[in-house]
Structures are given as C-alpha cells and as structure tokens.
C-alpha cells in the first residue's frame, strides 16, 4: 500500500505540474492523416512514418501473404524452432543494404541496443557513448559490466579525452545515434571514424532515424556524410522509416553477429519477430529500393516545411532531417501548445524533462513524405498563429 500511495503522489504532481502524458487513440491507420478519437481527421505531424509506408497497400499486402504462408506467430525463440527462411532472407537483405557481412533479427531497435553492449564488453573493456544517446544505449550501456565513458554530444574533443581515458581498456566500444532523435542534428561521423581508428575503438552507429531517410539512397546518416561503407556495425529499426511497425537488427562484421546469435539475451530469451514483420519489413526495403521518390519527396518536403517556418519567424534547430524541433523551453508550456496545435487539426507531440533537458522543452515536427504541400501549408499556419498567441 505504501508503495501505491508514493506512485499515486507521483503522479499527482505531475498532473499538478501540467507534465503527464495522455495518450490520444487513433481510429485509422498511421498515415500524414489520421482520426483521432475526439477530435476527428488531423495532420499528423509527429509520427516516424518517414516515407509513408506505414499503410502502403504492398506493404499490408505482403503481411497478409506472410500470414496465409507462414501463419501469425512461431511460438519460439529463434535458436528453438523460430527461425523461418523469410528471417534469413531478411537478415541477409539488410546486409546486402547496410554493405555489411550480416544482420542479426531482434524485436525491437531497443532489443538491439540492450543485447549489444553486455554482449561484447566485459570488466577489461570500454564503452564511450554519446551523452544524447537514445534511452535504449543509455540502458544498454548500464547493463554492461566494462568501464563507461560519456562525451558531450557530438564533441570530438571531448570524444578524444574520453579515448585517452580509456587508453588502457582491452577493447572500446564507442556508440553514437547517427541522428540524435530530439534535435534533428547528425553525428560526425567522418571524424569519429578517424578517431575511432587512431584509438583502435570499434564505432557502432544506431541509425534508427537514418535508414530510409538520409543519403541520397536512405542507407543513413554514413550515406548522408559519405562514409557509406567505413562504419563497423550497426543498429536500426524496422519500427520507424521501413513501414513502421515493429523489429530491429544489429547488422555488422559476420563474427560479431554470429556471436550475437549464440549469447545475446534479448535474442535468446525473446520471441522471434512474426512473419507479417518479416515480409512487410522486406516489402519496404523493395520498394525504397525501386523507387528514389520516396526519398525525394521525403527531403523536399522537409526543406519546405524548414523554410518555410523560419521565414514566418519560428527558429527551429537548423538542419537536414525531417525531425524538426521547436524549442519552447517549459514543459507544461511546450505540452498547453500541443494541445492547442491538435484542438486546429493538427497533430504534434511536446517534450519536456525528462525526456530532453531540463528547460528544453519543444515541439518536435516530424515530416513525412507522404504530406503533401496542402498539409505543410496548414500545419505551418497553425504553428504561427499558436506560438502567436
Ligand atoms: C535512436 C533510437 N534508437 C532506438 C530506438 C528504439 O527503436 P524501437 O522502437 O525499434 O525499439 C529509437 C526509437 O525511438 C530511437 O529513436
């Protein structure tokens, strides 16, 4: 009962503050419009549906071929009887995407993370991590027994001290998101990739916000910069820009992803991924890969939207990327604003501490390319006269 009442306290105060989160229900499919119980047909502004594919008939179609086929779930972890051969085809065309040697299936990008780090490093070794890492290294990192560094976001400086620090470590590890998902902004990677090798650290990317969005053929932020092909390993989502539905992987050198396989724990103690994801997963990377609109549409729409809101006087972080954050600074602020945004049909979430720092709420916008001109045209109107008032 105790415990109960200190929960219950908790979260009165955040209602006091203005601070909890209310999850809307959506009565459609994702798409760049949606119906919102209780407030009927918005734009949706702030959803990972980068490319659109959320609802794309092949997309929906290949699913339900996979279940006619291969049925609605294995019942079983991979290394028991869950791996189908659509799992393999999956893994290695992920490979074939990322120029890597394979790709290890998990449930989620945060599975991905979880099961990388307690994996490979142990007391002897280092992990130096991005301090705006996404939450799934940040607890990934925890579970590892190695020696932790933190440097400043994207501070090669900094990155440099943390290596001299680790100098004397069997093995480093050093972990960045490709692109940081509250800001937008990208990592460095060609000078990480420098430093990684001057120090002899193994560079992992987590390109959950790059893969189908970034690079002139949606392989990622290592495309974006030009270092395609000179990353060690990856982790990525098939949750946000591949069709947005669940699944992630670690795609990488073949010894790391068959080690993976034999002692990752999010892997072996974990249900495989249905063969609805599978093939959904591989019809998205079909269609990214016939058709270079998506991609397109996806970067001109966002550079619309970004000038468009900055000549209307709304500073948002400056960037290429589709997330595109307005900084409000208080939190109950950022979330009233939200609200208001969504009362005038449009849909965009706010986020404030804990989730970004403290004094650093904002209102992230997340483009698609499936929005057409009308839709940024009206979400930009309704973001001026909202900040206006
Ligand atoms: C950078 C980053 N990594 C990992 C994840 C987790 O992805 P998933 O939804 O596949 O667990 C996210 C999702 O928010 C993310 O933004």
Request: aromatic share 6%.
């Given at each position: ?13 955040m ?20 119906d ?33 086929d ?11 009887c ?65 020696r ?6 994207r ?53 959950s ?44 050198p ?29 019809a ?14 996806l ?21 290429i ?44 916008c997340?483009?698609?390319?499936a ?5 940024l ?13």
């Amino acid at each position: 009962m105790t415990l109960l009442s200190t929960l219950s306290s908790e979260l009165d105060q955040m209602a006091a503050a203005g601070t909890l989160k209310k999850e809307l229900s959506l009565k459609s499919a994702q798409g760049p419009v949606v119906d919102v119980e209780g407030f009927g047909k918005v734009i949706m502004l702030t959803s990972n549906n980068y490319l659109g594919l959320a609802d794309h008939p092949a997309i929906v179609e290949a699913a339900e071929k996979a279940e006619r086929d291969y049925g609605y779930g294995l019942a079983s972890v991979r290394f028991i009887c869950g791996t189908q051969t659509i799992h393999r085809q999956l893994e290695e065309r992920i490979a074939r995407f990322f120029g890597t040697e394979d790709t290890i299936l998990y449930g989620s990008c945060w599975n991905a993370n979880e099961g990388l780090f307690q994996t490979v490093a142990q007391e002897q070794d280092a992990i130096i991590s991005d301090e705006l890492n996404h939450a799934s290294i940040i607890d990934g990192v925890r579970l590892s027994k190695a020696r932790k560094e933190r440097y400043r976001n994207r501070d090669l400086a900094d990155l440099r001290r943390a290596l001299e620090a680790t100098r004397d470590a069997r093995n480093k590890v050093v972990m960045t998101d490709g692109v940081f998902s509250m800001e937008g902004s990208l990592a460095p990677l060609p000078e990480m990739i420098d430093l990684a090798r001057e120090f002899d650290a193994f560079l992992v990317v987590d390109e959950s916000h790059g893969t189908g969005v970034l690079g002139r053929t949606g392989r990622g932020t290592a495309e974006e910069l030009g270092v395609f092909g000179k990353i060690d390993a990856y982790t990525s989502t098939l949750g946000k820009a591949l069709g947005g539905s669940h699944g992630g992987f670690t795609t990488g050198p073949k010894v790391l992803v068959d080690y993976l396989r034999q002692k990752s724990r999010p892997y072996l103690f974990s249900n495989t991924l249905p063969p609805a994801v599978v093939m959904g997963s591989l019809a998205a990377l079909d269609l990214l890969e016939k058709d270079a609109s998506f991609i397109t549409r996806l970067r001109e729409n966002t550079m619309y939207f970004r000038s468009q809101l900055t000549a209307k006087g709304i500073t948002v972080r400056e960037g290429i990327h589709p997330i595109v954050p307005i900084i409000i600074g208080d939190t109950a602020k950022a979330i009233a604003m939200s609200r208001e945004l969504l009362s005038r049909g449009v849909y965009v979430s706010g986020f404030g501490f804990p989730v970004v720092p403290q004094g650093q709420a904002r209102l992230r916008c997340q483009i698609s390319a499936a929005h057409t001109r009308e839709h940024l045209d009206k979400a930009i109107s309704a973001i001026v006269e909202v900040a206006r008032s």
